[in-house]
């Protein structure tokens, strides 16, 4: 059969010329579209982040390991994702509140948005982190990890924002359709890691806004000091691993802190932090998309309820062993090398094996759990993240707070205990499969 191209009739060639220019611009667009969401290009991030001590040779380094899966251990773990897709969606609808954020900031409180993104008031001042409003966390518009359940609230309808706050800059936590709404919008301030500052220059966001900062540098917006603490991650929207730095943050007012701990694996950083910077009256620790194939980059319920207990820590000595369950701490477990979390049975004040008193304050502080329930990005069951740290947080006396996606928890209306009391409703049952419940 001819094609319409090689026609005798010149207007059948024509039509034909002309659905192959359409097709080829139509396919350009889609290029470009796609390579502008992916963001800066590793030669023009790396002005900015070569100098940078933690910046070893091509990447960015921790002092512990962030192992990603081999490739055996990566087909191994894509045929496992097909044997158990259905597990991480909800078998309901996920009961979602509409966000009413207050036009003045309150003292302090939080609203999760779903997944990472929340927002955080605190002394008066307002911190949208890692915004994420999009249907796909993806650089393709069509395809990718889709949202399952929708944004309790739009970008525009934030009364303001002191600055947007970064953790680093996979999809899930840096979307560029997102931040370009926020220039329509708000035009803020972005405090954010080493090199993502680089992605934001490339989608418009003026170099007088972006302050990027190396792991414990500060800075202050709107009588908040801002630290980036570190975090055992990676980072990459393309083919260049870690090329951009990853953090956690945490915030100090005059009155208040809260800590934000950014995607992580459990790590030996986190009672550093809690010496250096804590305690903290409220901590956003991430609680899902954990698997054994990737057990350095994100921690389960259990070792985030072990790392909120952590940065609460008071006192100098960070790095003495404090001996947790598994009787190891701070050093290689053998054969696995993975860090493994101190701490996990001492609290308030129990002596160690090394004879020190260990000081915590995870008791009056309180815990919200993020990065769950919003993109299917792990084999474990959806609803499987918060009974699992619900059921470690009653063991511990830690208090947890269970919010809706889009309700707001006052800190200010009560301790930790009874902010968590007014916040304990199982909601997750009713859209969770039967398999996936207490």
């Not at 003045?104 to 409180?109: D, F, K, R, S, V």
Request: net charge negative.
């Amino acid at each position: 059969m001819r094609s319409l191209g090689t026609s005798d009739r010149p207007s059948v060639r024509a039509l034909s010329s002309a659905i192959e220019t359409v097709s080829s611009r139509t396919r350009a667009r889609q290029f470009v579209r796609v390579m502008n969401r992916m963001g800066a290009s590793p030669a023009a991030i790396l002005p900015f982040v070569r100098d940078s001590p933690n910046f070893k040779g091509r990447r960015f380094e921790g002092e512990e390991p962030s192992l990603r899966p081999r490739v055996k251990a990566q087909t191994s773990a894509l045929l496992a994702a097909i044997r158990v897709s259905g597990r991480g969606q909800p078998a309901g609808t996920v009961p979602v509140v509409t966000a009413e954020p207050p036009q003045q900031p309150g003292e302090l409180a939080v609203t999760w948005y779903g997944h990472a993104t929340s927002v955080l008031e605190i002394d008066g001042a307002r911190f949208l982190i890692d915004p994420v409003f999009s249907e796909r966390v993806s650089p393709i518009r069509h395809s990718g990890p889709k949202r399952m359940h929708p944004v309790p609230g739009a970008i525009a309808d934030l009364p303001s924002i002191d600055a947007v706050l970064l953790s680093h800059d996979h999809y899930d936590h840096l979307d560029q359709p997102s931040i370009v709404r926020l220039e329509e919008t708000h035009r803020p301030q972005y405090v954010v890691p080493l090199g993502v500052n680089a992605h934001l220059l490339s989608w418009g966001v003026p170099e007088t806004r972006i302050t990027a900062l190396d792991w414990r540098g500060e800075t202050e917006v709107a009588g908040i000091r801002l630290t980036c603490t570190e975090a055992r991650h990676n980072s990459g929207r393309g083919l260049v691993d870690s090329q951009t730095l990853w953090a956690g943050w945490a915030l100090h007012g005059p009155r208040h802190t809260a800590y934000f701990a950014g995607d992580s694996g459990t790590s030996k950083r986190f009672a550093a932090i809690g010496a250096d910077l804590g305690p903290f009256d409220v901590t956003l620790m991430p609680v899902g998309a954990y698997d054994s194939f990737w057990p350095d980059i994100h921690m389960d319920p259990e070792q985030a309820l072990a790392a909120h207990r952590d940065v609460n820590r008071i006192g100098d000595e960070a790095h003495a062993l404090t001996e947790d369950a598994a009787g190891i701490a701070d050093a290689f477990i053998e054969g696995d090398q993975r860090i493994d979390t101190p701490g996990g049975t001492h609290e308030e004040g129990e002596r160690t094996e090394t004879t020190r008193t260990v000081q915590t304050a995870a008791r009056e502080s309180l815990l919200v759990p993020i990065h769950w329930a919003t993109f299917n990005l792990s084999m474990h069951w959806w609803a499987e993240p918060v009974r699992r740290i619900r059921k470690a947080a009653v063991e511990a006396h830690v208090p947890v707070a269970f919010p809706r996606v889009g309700q707001r928890v006052d800190l200010t209306t009560g301790d930790a205990a009874a902010v968590a009391a007014a916040h304990s409703e199982l909601w997750w049952e009713e859209c969770a499969a039967p398999e996936d419940r207490d």
